[in-house]
């Protein structure tokens, strides 16, 4: 598979840098994209190439594909993993800060796969992989332009499955649940400094509780690579693949309760988990009281 050219996006940390190892460790030639140049040079000691590119920017997306096209000759992975979670209530949450969320989230995503394109038709053949989230079918409070963006992922790969079918191109859908990666900390950043005070302020606080909880049932990485390789590899790939402790227990409960039902049974949920994180902070500070 020497051959076999991958390009994985948001690939610092976390999902994507576990997804470039993986798909390295099998053979591929890869092509590392981050922002930060500095987070991704040390993957070069694999064998991965690193390029630094902002998914926001069209020029930087343009030069990365010509550079991936004059050094390896043709693109037969793409994995869009860039992305992040910008929390907080919709009425607060400023404009430009949600339209950044959908630049990041979904032009990005879109713009590459159009770069991409041309070169995968020409083969006959491609892959793209976007990296979509369990949030894209569900939904929670203080989340609604993340859910929103999520959702607009899963609508845009169902159009071009549909699309590239006839031309040899899969587009695969990977929908994590809680993974262990430095999204949950800024998440909670967002969260809290967007609607830590006034009228969502109580709801915030729960919020932030659950996203900094260390010790969380959350799946490394590596899950995510699996499927992604899983997905590269197969003959004839799912559609979708649900990856991540919990993930496939709340897809469930959303296809089988009604909208309100639903509603009850995140808020249940995210109270329980809340509450478990206040207990446990109380617990420490009891235990670091007792140790003075």
């Given at each position: 598979?020497?051959?076999?050219?991958?390009?994985?996006?948001?690939?610092?940390?976390?999902?994507g840098?576990?997804?470039?190892?993986?798909?390295?460790?099998?053979?591929y030639?890869?092509?590392a994209?981050?922002?930060r140049?500095?987070?991704i040079?040390?993957?070069?000691?694999?064998?991965?190439?690193?390029?630094?590119?902002?998914?926001?920017?069209?020029?930087?997306?343009?030069?990365?594909?010509?550079?991936?096209?004059?050094?390896?000759?043709?693109?037969?992975?793409?994995?869009?993993?860039?992305?992040?979670?910008?929390?907080?209530?919709?009425?607060?949450?400023?404009?430009?800060?949600?339209r950044?969320?959908?630049?990041?989230?979904?032009?990005?995503?879109?713009?590459?796969?159009?770069?991409v394109?041309?070169?995968?038709?020409?083969?006959?053949?491609?892959?793209?992989?976007?990296?979509?989230?369990?949030?894209?079918?569900?939904?929670?409070?203080?989340?609604?332009?993340?859910?929103?963006?999520?959702?607009?992922?899963?609508?845009?790969?169902?159009?071009?499955?549909?699309?590239?079918?006839p031309?040899g191109?899969?587009?695969?859908?990977?929908?994590?649940?809680?993974?262990?990666?430095?999204?949950?900390?800024?998440?909670?950043?967002?969260?809290?400094?967007?609607?830590?005070?006034?009228p969502?302020?109580?709801?915030?606080?729960?919020?932030?509780?659950?996203?900094?909880?260390?010790?969380?049932p959350a799946?490394?990485?590596?899950?995510?690579?699996?499927?992604?390789?899983?997905?590269?590899?197969?003959?004839?790939?799912?559609?979708?693949?649900?990856?991540?402790?919990?993930?496939?227990?709340?897809?469930?409960?959303?296809?089988?309760?009604?909208?309100?039902?639903?509603?009850?049974?995140?808020r249940?949920?995210l109270?329980?988990?809340?509450?478990?994180?206040?207990?446990?902070?109380?617990?420490?500070?009891?235990?670091?009281?007792?140790?003075?």
């Open positions: 598979m020497s051959d076999k050219v991958a390009v994985v996006t948001g690939a610092s940390s976390g999902i840098e576990a997804t470039a190892r993986k798909l390295r460790a099998i053979g030639r890869v092509y994209v981050a922002r140049l500095d987070r040079t040390p993957l070069a000691d694999i064998g991965i190439r690193p390029v630094q590119a902002d998914v926001t920017d069209d020029a930087a997306l343009v030069s990365l594909v010509e550079q991936v096209l004059a050094e390896s000759g043709r693109i037969d992975v793409l994995v869009n993993n860039a992305g992040y979670g910008s929390y907080g209530a919709v009425e607060e949450v400023p404009m430009d800060e949600a950044r969320q959908f630049d990041v989230n979904v032009f990005g995503l879109a713009r590459l796969a159009q770069l394109l041309p070169q995968m038709r020409r083969q006959g053949s491609g892959r793209i992989v976007n990296i979509s989230s369990i949030g894209g079918k569900i939904h929670e409070p203080l989340g609604g332009w993340y859910h929103a963006t999520k959702f607009a992922v899963e609508g845009l790969s169902d159009s071009m499955r549909m699309e590239l079918a031309l191109i899969d587009v695969v859908v990977i929908q994590p649940g809680a993974i262990a990666t430095e999204w949950s900390a800024i998440a909670g950043q967002h969260l809290l400094a967007t609607s830590g005070r006034g969502y302020a109580d709801q915030a606080a729960r919020g932030a509780a659950i996203f900094a909880v260390e010790d969380s799946s490394p990485p590596s899950v995510v690579a699996d499927a992604v390789a899983k997905a590269v590899r197969a003959r004839r790939p799912r559609t979708r693949y649900v990856v991540g402790r919990g993930a496939k227990v709340i897809l469930a409960a959303r296809r089988m309760l009604p909208d309100r039902g639903f509603d009850w049974f995140m249940t949920m109270r329980t988990v809340a509450h478990a994180a206040a207990r446990k902070d109380t617990s420490q500070d009891r235990l670091a009281g007792n140790r003075a």
